[in-house]
């Protein structure tokens, strides 16, 4: 029987990943901030899939339960030690698009990570990032068809950016062999063995 329980190599495995994106999310920040102010309110919304990443990133290759959220806490601690300006709605928002990630790996019992899982759970922390910012950028100033399509935009770019970017880059990664000693590199070996027979 695997142990569902994270232990030390996941822990960095985790922290590396999720510190690097901590960094590119701030970034992102920047680049955000540019396509807002050429697209306006709805522009953000297709930005917002790339920090929900590191959740789905993390769980996809580890496969335990704690790993998204981990993750995603992980990455807004980063993006703070790195300099955003706004670190306490980052930790929030870092906190609910962990959760929600991991509500959805949690509903799968941490057994199935197929794209529409993944993608799902990206929709999740948009989702999430969407309430969350609802509440403490006071989106309700908008007028309801625009509140509307920034969740759409959101939910797609959840879809797109964390769910399938999210997938092919980490399938990418793991033909390399360096998450050999992981579950994702150990479903890849077994499937290998499989279609040798």
Request: glycine share 12%; aromatic share 10%; proline share 2%.
């Amino acid at each position: 029987m695997i142990n569902k329980r994270l232990n030390l190599r996941d822990i960095v495995v985790i922290s590396f990943i999720s510190a690097v994106l901590g960094v590119l999310y701030l970034l992102w920040v920047l680049l955000g901030q540019i396509v807002t102010g050429v697209l306006g309110p709805v522009g953000g919304g297709l930005m917002a899939g790339f920090w929900i990443l590191a959740p789905v990133i993390c769980a996809y290759i580890i496969q335990k339960p704690g790993a998204a959220l981990l993750a995603e806490l992980i990455a807004a601690g980063t993006e703070v030690m790195a300099g955003s300006v706004s670190a306490g709605a980052v930790l929030v928002l870092g906190f609910t698009q962990g959760i929600a990630a991991e509500i959805i790996f949690a509903m799968f019992f941490y057994r199935i990570f197929r794209l529409p899982v993944l993608m799902l759970a990206g929709m999740a922390g948009t989702s999430a990032a969407f309430l969350t910012q609802y509440i403490l950028y006071g989106f309700s100033q908008y007028a309801g068809s625009v509140v509307v399509f920034m969740l759409v935009t959101m939910l797609i770019s959840g879809a797109l950016l964390a769910g399938w970017a999210g997938k092919s880059f980490t399938d990418a990664l793991v033909k390399t062999g360096v998450l050999d000693r992981f579950a994702l590199g150990r479903q890849r070996r077994e499937g290998q063995q499989r279609n040798a027979v």
